[in-house]
């Protein structure tokens, strides 16, 4: 193996092993990461650190695009096992992939979906990682086709520009209606899935499974999916 190789695989290993006790510290310490911190429990100097994440940001965000991306694998993992041609399943496995994906990693996903981190201002790095989840669940729309059943209610003109924007920034062809009931749903799925995940559902309702089944087949039914 020739020294650049070698050099590129101690790098990426190293900054593997950072990410991995900086995960850590998020369990402990939420998003409120030392960097010395990090770099004492790896017994190495700070600034041997700073070679590899030049800043506590540039190190938050690497630990917030690798969320991201595992928590889209495990959506679309969920969603590949299910028939083609059975939307409304394929619709519930995201958002149960989602759903287990976060109770396995509850400080990964505080760190992209709880509060924002005082003085951090996310990137553009993240911004194509943040959507994989609302594009699978809009493939699904899509696939769909003429079996969605109609909107509930007409869109205001001004609404209608901004989803217009959305759909033209990205070179899509979803109708503004149909993104619109995919947006409301992707905000509940996530404001279903904080309450169960920051321990608002307490006391509140125990079965928390059907509960969070229940309302996907809600925001399913919202999107116009047939049953």
């Known amino acids: 193996m020739s020294a650049p ?24 310490d939420g998003a409120h990461l030392s960097l010395r911190a990090v770099a004492r429990d790896l017994d190495i ?12 940001d540039a190190l938050l965000t690497a630990l917030i695009v690798d969320a991201y991306d595992d928590l889209a694998a495990a959506a679309a993992a969920a969603e590949s096992a299910v028939p083609r041609d059975d939307l409304r399943g394929r619709w519930v496995a995201v958002c149960q992939g989602v ?12 760190l992209i979906y709880g509060s924002p981190v005082p003085g951090y201002a996310a990137p553009q790095d993240t911004v194509e990682p943040a959507t994989k989840v609302i594009l699978l669940l809009a493939a ?4 769909a086709g003429d079996r969605l059943r109609p909107p509930p209610s007409p ?54 499974a059907d509960y969070f089944d229940h309302h996907m087949h809600l925001m399913a039914d919202l999107a116009g999916l047939p049953r």
Not at 160 to 187: F, I, K, N, S, Y
Request: charged fraction near 25%.
């Open 155 to 208: 869109l205001t003109e001004p609404l209608r520009d901004d989803l217009h924007r959305l759909v033209a920034g990205r070179g899509g062809t979803l109708p503004e209606e149909q993104l619109d009931r995919v947006l409301v749903a992707w905000t509940h799925l996530y404001g279903v899935l904080s309450f169960e995940v920051f321990g608002r559902l307490n006391i509140m309702i125990e079965a928390r």
């Open 99 to 110: 759903r287990d994906w976060a109770l396995a990693h509850p400080a990964e996903y505080g």
């Open 5 to 28: 190789s070698l050099r590129a695989r101690v790098r990426s290993e190293m900054s593997q092993e950072i990410k991995a006790v900086a995960r850590r510290h998020l369990a402990t």
């Open 45 to 56: 100097v700070a600034s041997a650190l700073y070679r590899y994440f030049p800043s506590r």
């Open 140 to 143: 699904i729309v899509t696939d």
